[in-house]
């Protein structure tokens, strides 16, 4: 049974931190590219940041740039997201995904996590 489980979530500060964590399992965590998207409400899910199934190349998106670091523990079948410097404007549920290095036409999903950014 495939299943990402993030963690994480929280209410932080404008200018914190936090740190969100995705665990696999069910599927060969190490053939797959990770990724953070994120949904705002009455906004679009949008990619936040990724990970190639090596762990050798990351790109996030402009506004998360030198803020956001996404890595990865192959041994461990986890992705995380370190967020710093948060901005009431990260405030959203932050979603996990796998996709197959080559099979891009599968994925997976996590159940996502809350994170609210307010004084």
């Known amino acids: 049974q495939v299943q990402l489980v993030e963690s994480g979530g929280g209410l932080v500060q404008p200018g914190g931190s936090r740190r969100l964590s995705c665990v696999a399992s069910?599927?060969?965590?190490?053939?797959?590219?990770m990724s953070w998207f994120r949904q705002a409400p009455g906004k679009e899910r949008e990619l936040v940041a990724a990970?190639?199934?090596?762990?050798?190349?990351?790109n996030y998106v402009d506004s998360v740039k030198g803020r956001f670091t996404i890595s990865r523990d192959n041994a461990k079948n986890t992705v995380y997201l370190q967020m710093n410097g948060l901005k009431p404007e990260d405030t959203a549920v932050y979603y996990c995904?796998?996709?197959?290095?080559?099979?891009?036409?599968?994925?997976?999903w996590g159940q996502g996590t809350q994170v609210t950014v307010s004084s």
């Open positions: 990970v190639t199934s090596t762990g050798a190349s990351t």
């Open positions: 995904n796998a996709v197959h290095r080559i099979l891009t036409n599968v994925n997976y």
């Open positions: 069910g599927f060969t965590f190490s053939n797959y590219a």
